[in-house]
Structure formats: structure tokens, C-alpha cells
């Protein structure tokens, strides 16, 4: 039998993610999926699952979820404080984020609010069973698609997880890792494919100021305040596609930024596109931080786009396995 998850705390935005499914855009359906595609991936990899099973994506305030049915191995990729109990009367235990932990049937998880960042991955061994729509389990919530009736939880919600019988050694990622997911850099992006559409003044303010995210940002599109950029030939362009980092520059000269639940097609110039390897360091960026651009060229972006997976995959072959415990106990013996 493998456990169950009932939701007692949704938080703020909590949805069933994997790596996304890709290649229906031309049908106007997004990838969605994880925010952070590495961070999902080391939650998995902490419990000895496959990297692209379906986990869930927690925003910003946490939440909770009891295990029903049978123990199970659980990790949570993110900087939040994690607390366990065995039952609802017993007293909390205090967990680390960035290792894997057996809890028994029965047991209550509560994640913190985030620390740092905006999204946090929580895996369970065997991976959240949800029906995959378009060969993905990820939650489009604009459309009702994927995840749990396509929609973000909700208390009393009860997720089914994957073959978790199969216990796996305790693993864990080094500390001095965890930081790399939040680590303040300029962002890199591509100019184009519409910087015709903008006088070089205007390129180089954008790439010169300093913008902070706005509270209206969402896993479909990041909007920006800062200084405004002045089009050239006007705020409309024949509608064209657009891809995960497009940066369009409405009427009113404010910024936004596409992300992974997008539009496919906009009518708005875009002066730049965030590279691929920074797309997950911008999905972490909180309300009103700071944040500025780098412009690169097709060489450094695609350079940039390698150490990034090869940081990722490296890590997940590094994940460290405590040799005192290849089956640890539960925590609630």
C-alpha cells in the first residue's frame, strides 16, 4: 500500500508540478510546469525518485499535509522551516529543508513560510499520482488542466502518491549548495527579437536601471516597475509568439516578463528574452526585490544554459546518501 496526502493547509499557492509539457504551444496550450525546474529535480533526487515525477510547488507561505494510509519519504527543496508530529496531539519535531525524512502514517508535515525565494518543491517518494493531460501531470490552473481537477489545492484535498515501498538510503544536499538557487546576479537576456522597435537610448536605459518585481506576478507573467521604455514605432505589433522569458514592452512602458503558464502569442514588441539558465533564478525573485539585466549573445546564453544543467545534474549525482542509515528509521518510531 503507499500513502496517501491529505491537505490540511493549502498556503498560498500550492499546485501539482513536473518538468511541464512541452510541444503544444503551436495548439495554444503552455508548458507550465515547475517554476524552478532544478530545485524540482533535487526534491526528487533527495527521495530516489526519477527527476521529472510530479511533486508539489509551494509559494511563498508553505502549508501542511498528514500521510494517511503508510509511512513515506519526503523532501522539500526550499529555504522554509519544516515541523512533524506524529499526531495532532503529540509535540512538533523540527525538520531541514534539502534532505529526506520517513514519516509514518499518520503524521502531520508543516512547512514555514519561505525564507528566501518564492517557490519550494516538496517530493514524495514514488511521486503525487494525478491523471498526466497532454503526457504531464503539471497544473495549468488558467485552464483547469493537469494536476488535481486543474486547479491549485485546497484543504481536504487527498493526493495519492507512487509505489513508495521501496525505502531509500537518507540523502541529503551540501549546505553550501543550497544558496546557488538565490544567489544575486544581473539576469542575462538576448535582445530582440523586436529592439528595432525601441530607439538605442531606450535599450540602453532598460539595460542600465534597476526594476523590482511587482505584487501582480504570477507563474504566468512577471510585471516590473522601474523606469518606463518609450517605443519607437508604437506599443502594437502583428501578433507573434511568444516564448518562456519574452520580455514585452506594453503601452504604459512597464516591462513583463513571460513565464511558464504564458500566452503563446502577444501583440506587444519585445525588446529582450531571459536566457533559459536564468529563467529558474528569476522565478525566485521575491515582490518588490531588485533585479537588473546583463545583455549577452547568442555564444554566452547558450554557454550559460550548459554550467546550469551540468550544475544541476552534478549535484543530483552528489546527493549524499548516509552510509549509517541505507534505510533509516522513521521519525516516529
Not at 495548439?27 to 533535487?42: N, Q, Y
Not at 536605459?205 to 510585471?223: H, I, N, V
Request: contains cysteine; charged residues 20%; proline residues 8%.
Amino acid at each position: 500500500m503507499s500513502a496517501r496526502l491529505r491537505v490540511e493547509k493549502a498556503g498560498l499557492l500550492t499546485t501539482v508540478q513536473d518538468l511541464g509539457r512541452p510541444g503544444y504551444e503551436h495548439m495554444g496550450v503552455p508548458p507550465s510546469g515547475a517554476m524552478d525546474p532544478g530545485a524540482l529535480r533535487i526534491a526528487n533526487g533527495l527521495v530516489g525518485n526519477a527527476p521529472g515525477l510530479a511533486a508539489l510547488e509551494f509559494t511563498l507561505l508553505g502549508g501542511a499535509l498528514q500521510v494517511l494510509d503508510a509511512d513515506c519519504t519526503v523532501a522539500f527543496a526550499g529555504d522554509a522551516l519544516l515541523r512533524a508530529s506524529a499526531t495532532a496531539a503529540s509535540p512538533a519535531r523540527s525538520l531541514s529543508p534539502w534532505q529526506s525524512h520517513r514519516l509514518p502514517a499518520g503524521a502531520t508535515l508543516t512547512i514555514r513560510p519561505l525564507e528566501r525565494g518564492v517557490r519550494g518543491y516538496l517530493a514524495v517518494g514514488g511521486g503525487v499520482a494525478v491523471a498526466p493531460v497532454l503526457g504531464s501531470a503539471s497544473t495549468l490552473t488558467r485552464a483547469g488542466l493537469g494536476g488535481l481537477d486543474g486547479r491549485a489545492l485546497a484543504r481536504g484535498d487527498v493526493l495519492a502518491t507512487g509505489d513508495a515501498r521501496r525505502r531509500s538510503p537518507r540523502r541529503w544536499l551540501a549546505a553550501r549548495d543550497t544558496g546557488w538557487f538565490y544567489r544575486d546576479a544581473p539576469i542575462g537576456v538576448v535582445l530582440g527579437p523586436q529592439q528595432d522597435h525601441f530607439a538605442p537610448a531606450e535599450i540602453d536605459r532598460f539595460l542600465g536601471a534597476t526594476y523590482r518585481l511587482a505584487p501582480q506576478s504570477d507563474r504566468m507573467g512577471l510585471r516590473l516597475d522601474g523606469p518606463a521604455i518609450s517605443h519607437a514605432r508604437g506599443a502594437d505589433i502583428i501578433t507573434d509568439p511568444i516564448a518562456a522569458g519574452s520580455i514585452q514592452i506594453p503601452g504604459a512602458g512597464q516591462p513583463l516578463i513571460a513565464m511558464n503558464d504564458r500566452q503563446t502569442t502577444g501583440g506587444y514588441p519585445k525588446i529582450a528574452t531571459v536566457i533559459s539558465a536564468d529563467l529558474p533564478r528569476l522565478a525566485q525573485i521575491r515582490p518588490g526585490q531588485p533585479l537588473r539585466f546583463e545583455a549577452l549573445d547568442l555564444a554566452q546564453a547558450v554557454q550559460r544554459w550548459r554550467d546550469y544543467t551540468e550544475w544541476v545534474h552534478a549535484r543530483e549525482d552528489d546527493l549524499r546518501a548516509d552510509p549509517n542509515f541505507p534505510i533509516f528509521p522513521l521519525l516516529f518510531p
